[in-house]
């Protein structure tokens, strides 16, 4: 079982819409939880970062956190072509273990915004 | 400008060559990390150092070798690189406040 794990799309989304990206993770103990943008042949990015549970809100995009149902999500609101891109989500384990610092990513879902 | 930079960004040697990909960030970060990039695969972690002397193995260490002498700088070493090393690698920096890592612009390394 993979510790992060994404749907790998496409997800092919109208121009104008909102794009919903979901993410679940096996460890219980993780403490933070982060999205990436990564455009093709091009560094991961980070979008936004989440620790506690519910939503935090940055301009276009909300991240959503539920540590119960282990699982964290992506809303990316009036979606434009600009935001077609591999969108990655990591997990980073308690700081008290030994796998602290030690991200885990899941292989990403590729997002396509149609004009 | 704060950035994690690595050099070279493009390579293209032969098997048994031993390369160095050089790392650094400007960020006074003590931790940073050596990923690699496989499609279907996602992002691998080969090697991480939480500060000056300090390193420990990722995920994918088998083939490779790490440094770090000072803060600021953390090589990867291929001592034979093999076909199955041909890959994306990205360098990563972790601000500890955060957790966030920022990520160097990768190096397409190919072997042949």
């Known amino acids: 079982q993979k510790e992060v794990e994404q749907n790998s799309g496409p997800l092919s989304v109208p121009e104008g819409a909102i794009a919903s990206l979901n993410c679940t993770y096996s460890?219980?103990?993780?403490?933070?939880f982060f999205w990436y943008r990564q455009y093709s042949g091009k560094s991961p990015e980070l979008i936004m970062f989440?620790?506690?549970?519910g939503d935090k809100e940055d301009g276009r995009f909300t991240a959503q956190l539920n540590k119960a149902s282990q699982y964290v999500s992506l809303l990316i609101r009036d979606s434009q072509p600009s935001d077609s891109a591999t969108y990655l989500c990591?997990?980073?384990?308690?700081?008290?273990?030994?796998?602290?610092?030690?991200?885990?990513f899941g292989a990403g879902t590729q997002v396509v915004v149609t004009p | 400008e704060a950035q994690v930079t690595q050099n070279p960004r493009y390579l293209i040697t032969v098997t048994g060559k031993k390369l160095t990909v050089t790392c650094s960030q400007n960020?006074?970060?003590?931790?940073m990390s050596w990923y690699r990039q496989d499609p279907g695969l996602g992002l691998r972690q080969i090697y991480y150092?939480?500060?000056?002397?300090?390193?420990d193995k990722g995920d994918v260490p088998e083939g490779y070798k790490v440094s770090r002498k000072e803060k600021r700088n953390f090589p990867l070493i291929l001592e034979s690189p093999s076909p199955n090393q041909t890959s994306l690698y990205f360098c990563?920096?972790?601000?500890?406040?955060?957790?966030?890592?920022?990520f160097g612009p990768g190096t397409r390394l190919t072997v042949l």
């Open positions: 990563a920096s972790m601000e500890g406040s955060t957790d966030t890592q920022y």
């Open positions: 990591a997990v980073n384990a308690n700081p008290t273990t030994d796998s602290w610092g030690k991200l885990q």
């Open positions: 460890d219980r103990g993780s403490q933070s």
């Open positions: 960020m006074n970060h003590e931790y």
């Open positions: 150092s939480m500060n000056v002397e300090v390193t």
């Open positions: 989440i620790y506690s549970n």
